[in-house]
């Protein structure tokens, strides 16, 4: 027999068989069948009747006390990206994306939803990449009045709660995953205990808050602050080396010339030797990879403020460092003359003070708005730490690389913004 005529009769053998299997099982086939034909004659897009989207939620508890008294707990569940109900609009990508609630003596106490979509979707909620169990800590955003929201302090740490000056303690802070179910039921029924949706009676505010505009927002939109981190002691010689004449508490790169700034820099973040100090020697990594994971990561990845230090087996391993907070103050003079060119100038005002170790000074923020369209602006930029100088430069950007504190420690603008469903924005 040929190889030819072989290959036919084994062809013809296998299609009588398959035959004898489709017919034999037929009756297995009928439930499928007008999918099967559904899916042919619409281009191979199932009907939307028969697709099911369960959707990704998770539920975020947190408990706080109001000095030390008063329980304020905030159980809400949160849906993700396409997710929403229908009658949200929203451009967030996660609903709700912010909380308020008022406390008895009418102050009012602003949580930030985390963005754990990803997470959730992975089902790494709980293991050890996924981080999330249960020590994390939500922006936090405490108001004076709930009546003027303009102004607010964020807890942006655990040093925070630790500070003399806090208002709140946070006792439990949990994520866990949740269901369409949960949601809905949790939507319908919570959803107007929000005190950010009946504070205002627009259809905007009501749907969700951040359909408006920067320039429209009743409340603040930002939380602005510096995050010193201490480095360790080969780093400290370094600062040491570098530390202008006269050997002031704060100074930048700014204070050197272009030659020893580039070295400076380059050290800092290249040099295998000096290391953030929280990681003493147990890590190889250059504070160049190190600060992505602190002053970066740790908010814009995952919309977390830090890590319940309780917790301090994960601490570590987690890579986020104990970076201290202080609230900076920015004051934007914008003056546009007839010829249309701008002047922009821009004062920074650093309050570095131990009553105020951890937090975070929130306020809104409308320069960006506000200069938009000036092809033609000048820029200056002026750095107050205490009340007392440290930077008048002609750069806007003047201390984009580090603020230094004598030769202990770095440290870097931080800009938690929470207006879009996020709590942070590297500048």
Known sequence: MSIKRLLLVSFAAAFVVGIIYIVKNFAGFLPWLPLALALYFSGGEAPSETAVNRGIYYRVTTQYLVDNIEPLNFDVVVTCETNRPKEVFSKNLIVPSLFLKRTKDNHAVLMSLPYFCTTIKDRYLGQRLGAFDGSFLPLTIWFQDADNLEMGLGYTSNHSYKNTAARLTVLSSSVRYASREEFEDWYSANRNDNLIISKDDSPALKIHPVLREYKDLPFSNRCYGIGFASLNREGQKLLDAFWPRGR????????????????????????????????????????????????????????????????????????????????????????????????????????????????????????????????????????????????????????????????????????????????????
């Open 248 to 427: 002031p508490e704060f100074w930048t790169d700014a204070n050197l010339t272009n030659q020893k700034r580039a070295e400076l820099n380059e050290r800092i973040e290249k040099s295998s030797e000096v290391k953030l100090q929280a990681f003493g020697n147990a890590s190889a990594r250059i504070i160049e990879y190190e600060k992505k994971f602190d002053w970066q990561n740790a908010s814009s990845t995952w919309d977390i403020v830090g890590r319940n230090k309780s917790k301090l087996s994960n601490y570590l391993s987690y890579r986020f460092l104990p970076t201290e907070h202080y609230p900076l103050f920015v004051k934007d003079d914008l003056l546009v003359p007839e010829s249309g060119q701008g002047i922009l100038h821009r004062v920074f005002d650093l309050n570095y003070r131990s009553d105020l170790k951890g937090f975070a000074a929130c306020y809104l923020g409308l320069v960006d708005a506000r200069r938009e369209g000036l092809d033609n602006l000048e820029v200056s930029s002026q750095l107050n730490v205490n009340g007392k100088l440290v930077i008048n430069s002609n750069d806007l950007y003047a201390f984009d690389n580090y603020l230094i504190r004598k030769d202990k420690s770095i440290g870097s603008a931080i800009y938690f913004s929470f207006s879009r469903g996020f709590i942070f924005e590297q500048e």
